[in-house]
């Protein structure tokens, strides 16, 4: 009894692989949206203020670093939580692929969420004048919160990782 219930709950490992598939998904909206910010602007560029073509930038870097998020989590999720990912020798394979544990892709995860939230926060910085200063206030809060958060979780995961290699 004890077998099939293990074999049963390791084969239910496969009910995460149309989550990481819809994440694939994602990225391709991401796609379509950078594109279509691109297409929007094109051609207003000789007319645009500088102001606004650098918050455009940065929300095309958003997007791009959403994207890669969304990228790293689908693979590795997958190969740590799935199954191994078998790609053709004659296929570009990542450098990083197969070597991020699930605590590795925790603080991947978090890193990427402070950049995300500090491109955000640079957005609402160029664009203060527009804003009430209470508002500006909750922004930088939420982001120290992103900032101590991935902190004490890479702090935490180096504290484990010691305390397993004594």
Request: hydrophobic letters at 50%; zero cysteines.
């Amino acid at each position: 009894m004890e077998r099939i219930l293990e074999n049963l709950m390791y084969s239910l490992r496969w009910l995460l692989a149309p989550i990481y598939l819809g994440l694939s998904l994602a990225v391709l909206l991401l796609g379509i949206k950078f594109f279509q910010e691109i297409y929007h602007v094109f051609p207003e560029i000789l007319s645009i203020k500088e102001v606004d073509l650098i918050l455009l930038t940065l929300t095309l870097i958003d997007i791009a670093l959403v994207g890669g998020l969304l990228v790293m989590v689908m693979l590795s999720g997958y190969e740590n939580f799935v199954s191994t990912l078998n790609i053709n020798n004659d296929t570009e394979k990542l450098a990083w692929l197969g070597k991020i544990d699930s605590g590795g892709l925790k603080n991947k995860v978090a890193a990427s969420i402070v950049a995300i939230s500090s491109i955000h926060l640079l957005k609402v910085f160029m664009n203060a004048e527009n804003l009430d200063e209470s508002r500006i206030k909750w922004y930088v809060i939420m982001h120290l919160t992103f900032v101590g958060s991935a902190f004490a979780m890479g702090y935490l995961d180096k504290v484990t990782r010691k305390s397993k290699d004594d």
